[in-house]
């Protein structure tokens, strides 16, 4: 048994987060591609079967009342507010993140005011925030401009009305500060929108205590809510009586049952919902977020950095210099939970290495992306995952 | 035994339909609640198991390929389109109804060009269709005109860019003249948009015979998808390569895998999606949809008035004049799937109801509506639901 092998076990061993796995279904793949799509938790497809079978089959219309499914969409945002460091009131989950950057963009220029005419976008994001970006800039007549989050700083001016940013680089992994990016932005008077998708679960995030005006996230990488689960969207609580939504569907009316042909936005959370919200989906969710119980993301984080790191070292150490580049940054402060791998032919290598029982994902055009969910994933997963790739890439 | 009942009886023994009730979980009680939230399926449960424990908690990422996620929106979308009349590539699922407005009509805005600054709306529609308009009339610098749909031929103008209606009126169950008044629209020179929550699966509504341009529709009253399963948009072929949506998520894109930071929409339907979608859902949908095979709408329209007028007669028999007044039409040509009877204390009776196996529901202030589902109502229940509507209005 080779020296990382021995010491695997004894990272696995020390491991205080180990058991959780056991709150999955998992089988001997090592499975590195939950920053696409997180594990199926354990007890998720029983209380599924209860909703679809008895709250929808035998109770129906009741249901929306008596099963709770109503106010889904809050108690669920409640749910993830402990995970990215906000108070309960303040989530509310529906719609895809796409929809989500939308409202969330929309009612962002129209708090900043007429003055304010430019809005700042992450040019290194992954490209839905861009391209939702910049509708929501022609259709409110602002200017968009696609800067990198190092750039930021130096852009932020008067004309400033918001600056959105991507927490965790989807394709290098690099992590973004903020903290300071956002006190940046509000220096100039913007407001500073996020977006959570491969920060939420692995690392902690902060929203309420460093005063992040809005944020959006998907639930189905780190936080395990299946495929396509719903979005979730953050409008801090001192902001929410100015959320004016470009989506004001029936659902986030003060009075959605009175069917009036006016429009009256509730107060709180809800008013970010749009139409009916999506059941079935919702409390498959609400069900996975069970994992969390009793688990500190301080904890989740260190055994994240722990992960990458020791994959980094069992690369250096199986693979031939020079045979990849790592693009995720060293410092533990710019690193999310994920490594990517920079070599010409990423993409049939990681068909191999899939082949194999090693699932990461590629993409384009040359990135080998490695996902490091630390709920499920253990260190001899990590020492095996970089063996067999450096037997991939020789 | 009266009457009433032997005929009921007669009525079930022809029903052609009448076997279709097995393929729905149902119980004693009367449901006449099918227009806010279908029965379920049987086979529903068998399948979304199977898609939760095999496709997500075992083959997990490989399912967007291997199962066919990836797909889904449009292949489930040719499954609605027998039913509302559309040739296959017309029609994407995804989102909700109130987002899938907003795609439609601000498309619609711009593809009726900068002369046309009127969007008419049915005033007496659901009002998130409102609502919606409101917005996007906002966002595109348009004037929302609210007018009824006896209104509309009166209304157009030069100036209207699109027209927006309900098929079947949610509260009254009018069903409102489509082929008129999308003909109407176009010698006008405007788009026609129809919202088929109301009517799809319950009436032919013949889209592309009619010349229909875009249409919106929930998929969880007639068509049984489940609570808040995802919603449905048809843009017209001959529009497809103009439509121009303000919510470009990246799975509209042409190439959603090149992760571009410059948009290029797909062609066909595909362009109407947003984000990621929702796959739970969106399976539980498509398994729904298997009750329709080999079931003709034609047929199910002709049990669906059989039923109304049916209801109504046991309405006059069992009830004293005068104690309810029916606001849907009499005229066949002029009702839709269900019949909403007014009373000044609707609000009691309903619950009265509810608690002796007859569910239908209340609409504020004093309506109660009674929806017929043909695939699983039979004529005894219909007899059922009035003769104990007229014992609770005593």
Known sequence: MSELTLHAEKLDAEDELASLRDRFVLDDAVYLDGNSLGALPAHVPGRLADVVR????????????????????ERVGDRIAPLVGAAPGQIVVGDSTSVNVF??????????????????????TFPTDGYIAASAARLTGRTLRP???????????????????????????????LPALTAAAHASGALAMWDLCHSAGALPVGLDEHGVDLAVGCTYKYLNGGPGSPAYLYVREELQDRFDSPLPGWNSHAEPFGMSPDYAPAPGAV????????????????AALDVWDGVS??????????????????VAAYTEPGRVECVTPERHAERGSQIALRCPDAGQVMKRLIARGVVGDFRHPDILRFGFTPLYVGFRDVERAARVLGEELV
């Open 54 to 73: 008895r709250e929808w089959g035998e109770l129906r219309i009741r249901s929306w009342e008596e099963s709770g499914w109503w106010t889904a969409p």
């Open 103 to 124: 409202k969330a963009l929309v009612a962002a220029v129209r708090m900043a005011g007429d003055d304010r005419d430019e809005l700042l976008v992450d040019a290194t």
């Open 147 to 177: 800067v990198t989050p190092a750039e930021v700083p130096g852009a932020l001016s008067r004309r400033t009305a918001a600056v959105l940013l991507n927490h965790v680089d989807y394709r290098t992994g690099r992590l973004h500060d």
């Open 271 to 286: 008013r970010g919902r749009v139409g009916t919200p999506d059941i079935l989906s919702l409390l498959a969710l609400e």
């Open 297 to 314: 993301v301080t904890a989740v984080r260190a055994k994240s950095l722990a992960l990458t790191d020791f994959f980094l070292r069992c």
